[in-house]
């Protein structure tokens, strides 16, 4: 059973628009989160990370906030580039690191 | 400094053959992780490593595949008897123990294509 879902696989954008990337989560007791970007051929690069007793961390352009009783997180890309197109992964920590399946984003020119 | 390094990058292998999968983690990284990901799909857990030790297998599809990890560091992820649907990308990642700096993301490598002819 997937305990990290997100649910759009993909996302178009206009370049200097936000990009808003959503991601749910069902196990209550996941304390860790963290989002990851993959371009192809490449393994996921690990983007910024947000801890359970906070629910809002910010690095640059990326923002990610945590809405533990909606148990949903999302990152947001502020403003959005060309080079930000690529598959972005969130991810939980439990006793292990669970991924969701990825949504891709394309940033237009 | 250097990153996670998988070998070989791309592997072709005829259905019925064992291949082996190797992970070079990040030096002083405790935890190492195996993922694949099948085409189209998000990433699947096979093998956490702790040290030496695996405390979580349960990811391992199949009594085919094993994985071992020696002297805290290398690892190694054998399939047997390959199977078409073993093809996809393995990645390997790795990340301090928790323990010694609270929360730690995973580095992963470039991963290794695999593909069963």
């Known amino acids: 059973d997937q305990q990290v879902k997100q649910n759009s696989p993909s996302l178009s954008v206009q370049e200097g628009r936000i990009s808003i990337l959503n991601c749910d989560y069902t196990?209550?007791?996941?304390?860790?989160f963290l989002w990851y970007k993959k371009y192809p051929a490449e393994g996921p690069t690990f983007l910024i990370s947000i801890s359970s007793i906070k629910d809002k961390n910010e690095d640059g352009r990326f923002t990610v906030f945590l809405n533990k009783s909606a148990k949903h997180l999302s990152l947001h890309i502020v403003p959005s580039q060309p080079g930000d197109s690529a598959v972005y992964f969130c991810a939980a920590s439990g006793n292990q690191f669970y991924f969701g399946t990825g949504t891709s984003l394309t940033v237009i020119p | 400094g250097a990153g996670v390094s998988q070998s070989p990058s791309n592997k072709v292998t005829e259905k019925g053959k064992d291949v082996e999968l190797r992970c070079d983690p990040i030096s002083g990284h405790t935890a190492l992780y195996w993922y694949r990901q099948s085409l189209g799909q998000g990433l699947e857990f096979l093998i956490y490593f702790q040290g030496n030790s695996a405390p979580d297998k349960s990811g391992l599809p199949s009594d085919r595949f094993s994985a071992e990890r020696t002297g805290g560091s290398v690892s190694t992820l054998t399939i047997q008897r390959t199977q078409q649907e073993d093809s996809a990308v393995y990645l390997c990642?790795?990340?301090?123990?928790?323990?010694?700096?609270?929360?730690?993301?995973?580095?992963f490598g470039n991963g290794t294509r695999l593909t069963v002819t």
């Open positions: 196990n209550s007791m996941f304390d860790y």
């Open positions: 990642a790795s990340s301090l123990e928790p323990t010694q700096g609270g929360n730690s993301p995973l580095h």
